[in-house]
């Protein structure tokens, strides 16, 4: 998505969520890119958010080293897990709104 849209829906997902799996930023083409399972974003109805599908390729550099203006901006944890769909699509809408999130109460 959107590198702007992007960072506040993963801060958004940081606040309400915590941690939140594997995200990967281009910041020369200004994107970011969110690890969920496959299928996810086929219904959904975004403007400039995409999902790869079969077929697709995506630069991943190895974590803790950026490759051209990629990288990782939360490495995965190496248990394979992906971001949950329904959070994110949550925290888009949140953060398509442009209002800053409050911080999630303790306990």
Sequence with gaps: MPAEL??????VL??????VGPVLGDFSASRIGFFVP???????????????GR????????PGRAAGGVRWICPPDGSGTLIDPVALELAMHEA?????PAPRQGG
């Design 14 to 19: 940081r606040l309400y969520v915590g941690p």
């Design 38 to 52: 496959p299928g996810t974003a086929t219904g959904w109805m975004a403007t400039g958010v995409r999902g790869a």
């Design 6 to 11: 992007g960072s506040r829906t993963y801060e």
């Design 96 to 100: 398509a709104t442009g209002h800053e």
């Design 55 to 62: 077929g697709s390729w995506v630069v991943v550099p190895y």
